[in-house]
């Protein structure tokens, strides 16, 4: 069954400074992941997708994330972080055991601090 | 535009009644999903529907009850034996391709009292 895991709950950070969210999964098929951002209130919203093309993945407002296969893992990194950055990542992996479902992993709330 | 509505935003309920959470979707999309979310547990999914007339139980379905009668709607009902039904709950719907992402809802935060 897949599965996945994010490391660390919180994450804060300094304005300017490295972003590293960390996504490990479990899969037993090559994975389709994902990562989304929630804002407060509202609901998630995609940031990127690998979809088993390129294994550096672009997404918007500056995230990427890269798919290594030998370590299970797909960490969201991005260069400099912003103040508006400030939200929950969810990482996230197809279920492939039927109904089109995803399994999303229990968040990492990124603190920016000014 | 096309996306995903979800109404009321917030909504306040006594205890022992039921309420119906509203989700439109004018993605054409074949996919629906209803998700619990609360503080530190991420997302649970609570019934799936992968096409009109069927659906399916999540992983923490009891209490609840949904229905699919039409394409664009997936209406969820909270009902009196949902033990603690005070949460964030959003509504997503998707193609059936296995790569394609979920497009989520801005939920609908119930409170009960």
């Known amino acids: 069954a897949q599965s996945v895991t994010q490391l660390g709950s919180h994450v804060s950070v300094s304005e300017g400074a490295l972003v590293l969210l960390r996504c490990n999964y479990s899969s037993s098929v090559p994975p389709y992941l994902f990562w989304y951002v929630q804002y407060p209130n509202q609901g998630l919203q995609l940031l990127l997708k690998?979809?088993?093309?390129?294994?550096l993945v672009k997404g918007i407002n500056g995230f990427e994330a890269e798919f290594k296969k030998s370590e299970t893992s797909f960490h969201l990194t991005k260069p400099s972080a912003h103040m508006s950055d400030a939200a929950e990542y969810f990482c996230?992996?197809?279920?492939?055991?039927?109904?089109?479902?995803?399994?999303f992993g229990a968040g990492t709330r990124l603190f920016v601090k000014a | 535009d096309g996306g995903i509505t979800q109404s009321p935003k917030y909504l306040f309920r006594k205890e022992g009644q039921n309420v119906t959470l509203s989700c439109e979707q004018n993605l054409n999309h074949d996919a629906m999903y209803w998700y619990r979310q609360d503080p530190g547990q991420g997302l649970r999914l609570i019934y799936y529907?992968?096409?009109?007339?069927?659906?399916q139980k999540g992983d923490i379905a009891e209490g609840y009850s949904v229905s699919r009668e039409k394409k664009e709607s997936f209406p969820l009902t909270v009902t009196s034996a949902q033990k603690n039904p005070t949460a964030f709950y959003l509504c997503?719907?998707?193609?059936?391709?296995?790569?394609?992402?979920?497009?989520f809802g801005p939920g609908t935060r119930l409170t009960v009292l």
């Open positions: 529907s992968q096409i009109v007339n069927d659906f």
């Open positions: 690998y979809t088993s093309a390129a294994t």
């Open positions: 997503a719907s998707s193609t059936r391709v296995d790569y394609n992402e979920q497009f």
């Open positions: 996230a992996v197809r279920d492939y055991t039927g109904g089109f479902k995803t399994i």
